[in-house]
T-cell receptor
Framework: GAVVSQHPSRVICKSGTSVKIECRSL??????MFWYRQFPKKSLMLMAT?????????EQGVEKDKFLINHASLTLSTLTVTSAHPEDSSFYIC????????????FGSGTRLTVV | QQQVKQSPQSLIVQKGGISIINCAYE??????FPWYQQFPGKGPALLIA?????SEKKEGRFTISFNKSAKQFSLHIMDSQPGDSATYFC????????????FGKGTKLTVNP
């Protein structure tokens, strides 16, 4: 089945630094990737949608300059949290979907970001 | 505006019992209805999914029942096991690569031994 690899699984960074999270589709071409943020005991909150080679579309209220998304290839998308602050600490999850006719979404295993 | 409403928020079931989680949606353009299982610290994993052209889909102990006219769908877990203890999310989307997956708020299932 479709596999999405997300790294790192956990990261601790100092306030003010930037952190990059990678999401790779291992056995299919991910035309579209989605980035989510999940707070404890809450549902997934969509942050942005990215199509390969295009700028990401951010959801309302998500700072695009803080959460930089790059989807330069059909198998790799990255989320960079810039100038991280403790309130950015959260569980970040990526999801990938194949082409226009696809139904399924495959999720990565998530990244626990802690900003100290 | 929440497009997918999920209930209950939490559910406690005895081992061997049936767990039932319900969802209702508003957008009639949705044509893909998956259920995801999530363990703490992990990403959601697809459990089972259904499209509106069928009323029921069964995979092992997991069954989705779908009522298109009522705009409702439910997950039934037969013979629930302690290992099924997790958070379950229903979701809905439209066909197409960029279409968002709309999630319910989740149900925390606890199966007691």
């Amino acid at each position: 089945g479709a596999v999405v690899s997300q790294h790192p699984s956990r990261v601790i960074c100092k306030s003010g630094t930037s952190v990059k999270i990678e999401c790779r589709s291992l056995d299919f071409q991910a035309t579209t990737m989605f980035w989510y943020r999940q707070f404890p005991k809450k549902s997934l909150m969509l942050m942005a949608t990215s199509n390969e080679g295009s700028k990401a579309t951010y959801e309302q209220g998500v700072e695009k300059d803080k959460f930089l998304i790059n989807h330069a290839s059909l198998t790799l998308s990255t989320l960079t949290v810039t100038s991280a602050h403790p309130e950015d600490s959260s569980f970040y999850i990526c999801s990938a979907r194949a082409g226009a006719g696809a139904y399924g979404y495959t999720f990565g295993s998530g990244t626990r970001l802690t900003v100290v | 505006q929440q497009q997918v409403k999920q209930s209950p928020q939490s559910l406690i079931v005895q081992k061997g019992g049936i767990s039932i989680i319900n969802c209702a949606y508003e957008n009639t353009a949705f044509d893909y209805f998956p259920w995801y299982q999530q363990f703490p610290g992990k990403g959601p994993a697809l459990l089972i999914a259904i499209r509106p052209d069928v009323s029921e889909k069964k995979e092992g102990r997991f069954t989705i029942s779908f009522n298109k006219s009522a705009k409702q769908f439910s997950l039934h877990i037969m013979d629930s096991q302690p290992g099924d203890s997790a958070t379950y999310f229903c979701a809905a989307s439209k066909r197409g690569g960029s279409e968002k997956l709309v999630f319910g708020k989740g149900t925390k299932l606890t199966v007691n031994p």
